[in-house]
Nanobody
Framework: QVRLVESGGGLVQPGGSLRLSCAASGIIFSIFDMRWYRQAPGKQRELVAVITYGGSINYADSVNGRFTISRDNAKNTVYLQMDSLKAEDTAVYFC?????????WGQGTQVTVSS
């Protein structure tokens, strides 16, 4: 059974930081491209960051320079370090694992940026 379990969300003040984790099980983690998406209320889900199985990284323009994606294949875990958080970063953050036509999703973790 494949599971992606996100953790690390919460309430943080503007300018603060959070680190999200996504622990995967039931897949050969090292061959999957890993992505973080987010969905704010009333908005479509958007891609935030990607780290490929080979370690290539891309970010959405809105988070470039503030967020850092990384992976630890030994722990089957992908991370999203979020710094200089803004109110507009408030959303449910989802982890996605993709290998060719196969992809899996986590249940999401809420991030709220508010004073």
């Amino acid at each position: 059974q494949v599971r992606l379990v996100e953790s690390g969300g919460g309430l943080v003040q503007p300018g603060g930081s959070l680190r999200l984790s996504c622990a995967a099980s039931g897949i050969i983690f090292s061959i999957f491209d890993m992505r973080w998406y987010r969905q704010a209320p009333g908005k479509q889900r958007e891609l935030v960051a990607v780290i490929t199985y080979g370690g290539s990284i891309n970010y959405a323009d809105s988070v470039n320079g503030r967020f850092t994606i990384s992976r630890d294949n030994a722990k089957n875990t992908v991370y999203l370090q979020m710094d200089s958080l803004k109110a507009e970063d408030t959303a449910v953050y989802f982890c996605n694992a993709m290998y060719y036509n196969t992809d899996y999703w986590g249940q999401g973790t809420q991030v709220t940026v508010s004073s």
